[in-house]
């Protein structure tokens, strides 16, 4: 998440991976995530990654209360293409 061009982005589907590191406390993932303007869209999938067993009850509430501020979608093509093509444009350093 050290590529400045993330700061530009103002919608955008996040990958787990991206989640994983707010739950680890990356500084520039928590920046990521705390910008107000910001629409964030996560996927069925990487709910379900995050709250896979074993996981302890305080951190599923942890991250479901994290969740809840952000969009739940079920990409469909359209979007896991262009969520293809961005993860190409905007690779992760």
């Known amino acids: 998440m ?16 991206v989640f994983v590191y ?10 990521f995530f ?3 303007e910001k ?5 069925k999938v ?6 896979r067993k074993p996981i302890r009850e305080a951190e599923t ?4 209360a ?5 969009r739940l979608i079920n990409p469909d093509a359209q ?3 262009r969520f293809s093509e961005s993860l190409h444009k905007y690779p992760y350093l």
């Not at 629409?39 to 996927?43: A, F, H, L, Q, T």
């Not at 990487?46 to 709250?51: A, G, H, I, Q, S």
């Not at 509430?61 to 479901?64: A, E, F, G």
Request: proline share 2%; net charge positive; aromatic share 12%.
């Open 79 to 81: 979007i896991a293409a």
């Open 2 to 17: 050290s590529d400045a061009s993330w700061s530009d982005v103002r919608s955008t589907l996040v990958d787990t991976g």
């Open 66 to 70: 994290f969740l809840s501020r952000f």
């Open 39 to 43: 629409i964030v869209y996560y996927s």
């Open 61 to 64: 509430q942890r991250v479901k």
């Open 46 to 51: 990487t709910r379900k990654e995050l709250l």
């Open 34 to 36: 705390r910008d107000p």
């Open 22 to 31: 707010w739950l680890r406390g990356d500084r520039t993932a928590q920046q």
